[in-house]
């Protein structure tokens, strides 16, 4: 069954660092993977996708993310954080050879400290 | 750009009351999906449509139902309400396509519903 792991809860950066949020995943198939950022009392907004081709994508607001399929992970980056980064953060899931849903992780609070 | 609309906002009900939730997609978009959150968790998926059929089906509840009108736009519909339904409801859209395309899903602002 597909899954998708975010194994911190929460993760604290100071701003003008560098921060990652970590992902894995577990389809049977080759995965389309996706990061979405919640904002508080906002609705989900997607920041970038992983399809196929370079395993480093590049999504809004400088994040970007990076495809290793040997590790099954796709963890988020941004070289430099800013305090208006501090929002919830879901790494999600499609496989392309069941259906359409997209399975969510339980979402990474990130608090960028100023 | 256009963005999806979802309505109401907010919505109060008591138990066992019914509530009607809207989606309006993306314009061009024909595709529409429902989820879940509740306090604290992670979005679950409930319910999808593509060209007014449902395409594939969550842990929607039968207190549940939901379509999707000729205009694109959907409604969940809520029945027998229970305290546990108190969540944000959020309604995504993607535009589809032959084939095994990939569909970005795009998310509304979502409906905050709380049961009493």
């Known amino acids: 069954a597909q899954s998708v792991a975010q194994p911190e809860d929460q993760v604290n950066v100071a701003e003008g660092n560098p921060l990652t949020v970590k992902c894995t995943y577990s389809?049977?198939?080759?995965?389309?993977l996706f990061w979405y950022v919640q904002y508080p009392n906002r609705g989900l907004q997607f920041l970038l996708k992983?399809?196929?081709?370079?395993?480093l994508v590049k999504g809004s607001y400088g994040f970007e993310a990076e495809f290793n399929k040997s590790q099954t992970s796709f963890h988020l980056k941004k070289p430099s954080a800013l305090v208006s980064d501090s929002a919830l953060y879901f790494c999600?899931?499609?496989?392309?050879?069941?259906?359409?849903?997209?399975?969510f992780g339980k979402g990474t609070r990130l608090h960028i400290l100023p | 750009a256009a963005g999806v609309i979802q309505s109401p906002r907010h919505l109060i009900k008591e138990k066992r009351e019914t509530a009607t939730l809207k989606c309006y997609p993306i314009p061009r978009h024909d595709t529409v999906y429902w989820y879940q959150q509740g306090p604290g968790q992670d979005p679950q998926f409930l319910i999808s449509f593509y060209e007014k059929m449902q395409s594939d089906k969550g842990s929607i509840p039968d207190r549940f139902s939901a379509q999707q009108f000729s205009d694109y736009h959907s409604e969940l519909n809520m029945s027998s309400l229970e305290l546990g339904d108190s969540a944000l409801y959020f309604c995504?859209?993607?535009?589809?396509?032959?084939?095994?395309?990939?569909?970005?899903?795009?998310f509304g602002p979502g409906t905050r519903l709380l049961v009493l």
């Open positions: 999600a899931v499609r496989d392309p050879s069941r259906d359409d849903k997209i399975i």
């Open positions: 389809v049977s198939g080759n995965p389309y």
């Open positions: 995504a859209s993607s535009l589809g396509t032959s084939g095994r395309a990939v569909k970005t899903q795009y």
């Open positions: 992983y399809i196929t081709g370079d395993n």
